[in-house]
């Protein structure tokens, strides 16, 4: 008998022949075990006083077990033969639906939890559940006999992978005695495609993802010899698992494939390869990992370090070092250099990213897994996030925040506040140690939608504001221990600063032009003239959604208004981003981001960035939208709309980002010769000196393997002088200014007797121990200049002129 035979038979028990229980037994080769069960299930249910009936399944045995079922003259123990060894999943699948019950018991053939724990599934069946699911792992439950000690560790870990992956909230999916709503029950199993252990996982998930409440019941279980689990069915158990995860994970990799397209010009060589509008980002992140890692290995302190800027140094955790990464990977970063590290963070990440508002998107909004798809491809590869991917991984590695936006929901919910609000704090403190300004955006459109949400639902609101606001409270108390440090250093500790001038005339907002006009890297639309006019950087384009995509989100929102109060949230939430990101006046007027402008945190904040926000909501909305679609009953209406998103969509598909070869590193770094001309505390002085336009020197650094120190560079730091404004780089010294314009401009500066005296002042405050001018743009100029400062020509020594202070 085949699963679709019996469907197509018997798709509902007639009126007639409903029974109140049908239990299900699957069996094989049960001979042994099989009739001190029957005995157990007919002896108790006929003393309940209901219709019932037992149905074994016999899933292709080679004993006597069909002729132990047939021998009994009760009608109301039926056997149906299955169709020869296609395992528990394919037996349960027949089982329930041969079965009439208007509830469903299923029981292993051991009945190693006995019937008389039936009482209390039914109790919570009675309460409004759809499943009861006998638990051996809640407090309340009974053990007789155990398992193997290695068993049970297997089984331990199979369950903790399961509520991972697949059902959240059940700690024991795999008891064999479990009570389903029956017409439910047929449901769940006729969907299910699973022949083997892991059936139970498959129909719980489809419960979860149909919104039937499941409760997990404590009962008592003994273990009975004969079991039928070989080592070989693990691993099945796993295939099954992969199966019914089948479209997450090909979602998964189709993001992976997605990060590695976009970043295909420096992926595949990145020690070699340069990302062209990355500016000086990449050398700079680059450090930052290498120099992290090296703090680590020599067990120093990893909050800060003065390769850069000697001899005040470079406070990391007032910069984006990204310790939460740049830690845990000191050992890549040893192994294979600093510049694989960053290729693989940036473009691991950002998959990951994608990985996680699709996860959260499916889990909190849609059941439709291409919709999830479609809306955290967008929420992860907007715009204004591919800006960034050229230059910034702590605003492309995002995972962490749609699980801090999950764990914020689960505390609304009030069960599990506690624990929910201990993993939120924890998550808080390692998104901090990501970025911390990501997670300050995030925090501020999690508050906006919360109000939007509470304006639209206030019954919702007033139920979940005391569990919120306790946790929050916890989650508070948990992360504040392990930041507290961290943070008095980056605001009280050396080279420390407050705020900082971003140093743009034109301002930092967005404009409405920006937010309406198509992204540069658009891979049908850009125009990198217009969106550069309009921005400050390539690395900075926060906005270019595209007009396309505004009218899009503007239609879902008018035309799911009523149906769905959560697009009046996110809807609210994309607008209230928008708007902020325009800055303190927008237009004529004030906006509202004036209200936070100069508030501690958000006066450094480049306010443009802000529209990053909307593109979470954005995904959502389309993935609303395009769920509902798929389910229009009208045919016309589901293509044309279905088109009309393509459509939208197609201008934010991205190019892949530029890129070019690298310039190679002089062998004056990197055959080691640089060794005799900086001794021990002394510094090499670049020509002109590091800083953010031109951070080449920090690559050289990187090649030595962190060898010698070096005054200049590309960081955060305070303006000096007993000026704490932040600024990038630091401030220049006249030596480091004068070399600085000459490079610019070509001009040779007039060279005095002052000027020598300056510039020998300088390098001793820099305890130069020689001074290095490598190939570039207006060379000889520089040459010539450094040439009157010190006195004396310079010696060209593998590939660069050096002026050794020792001579």
Known sequence: MTVEGAVERKPGPEADDVVELSVVVPARDEENRLGPTLDALVAHLAGTGGTWEVVVVDDGSTDATRELVTARRDPRVRLVAGDGGRGKGHALRLGVAAGRGRRILLTDADLATPVTELERLEKALADGHAAAVGSRALPGATLGDRQHRVRELLGTAGNVLIRATTVRGIRDTQCGFKL???????????????????????VLRYFQRQGWPVVEVPVHWSHRPGS???????????????????????????????AVTLYAGRFFDPAHRYLTDSLQD???WEWFFAVTADNVVHLRNPLFTDLQGFPDGVNLMANTAMLGLSVPLT????????????????????????????????????????????GAALAAFAPPLVSHANAHPNFVVLFMIPLLIDRALRLCEGTRVARDATALGLMAAYQFFLGEEPLLLAVLGMLVFAVAYAAVRPDVARRSVRPLLRGLAIAAAVALPLLVYPLAWQFSGPQSYDGIDHGTAQGTANSLRALLTFAERSLIAGDADTVRALSLNPTEQNAFYGWPLALLTLVITVLLWRRRPVVRALAATAFAAALLSMGPRVGALPGPWALLDRLPLFESV????????????LGMLTALAAEALVAAPRRAVRYAGLAAVALALLPVLPAPLRSEPRPATPAFFTDGTWTSHAHAGETLVPVPLAEPGAAEALHWQTATGLGFRMPGGYFNGPYGDGDRTGVYGVPLRFTASLLRETRFTGVAPVIDASARAAAAEDLAYW???????????????LRETVEKLVGRPGRRVDGVWVWDLHE
């Open 331 to 374: 050992p890549l970063t040893l192994l294979s250099g600093p510049a694989i590290t960053l290729s693989l963070v940036m473009t691991l990440g950002l998959a990951a990213t994608a990985a996680a508002w699709y996860w959260l998107i499916g889990k909190r909004l849609v059941d439709s897994r291409a919709a999830a798809f479609t």
């Open 767 to 781: 305890r130069a121990g020689a001074l290095v001018l490598a190939p570039q743009p207006n060379a000889g100029v």
């Open 228 to 258: 039928k689990i070989r080592p070989l069915d693990y691993l099945g158990f796993l295939r099954d698992l992969a199966r019914l995860r089948r479209p997450d994970l090909l979602a998964a990799l189709l993001f992976l494939v997605f």
């Open 282 to 284: 990449q050398n700079q």
């Open 180 to 202: 389903l709503d029956g017409d439910k029950a047929r449901a769940a199993f006729a969907a299910s495609r699973i022949d083997g252990w892991a059936i139970d996982v498959e």
């Open 606 to 617: 480049i306010e443009s960035r802000v529209a990053i926000v909307c593109a979470a909501p």
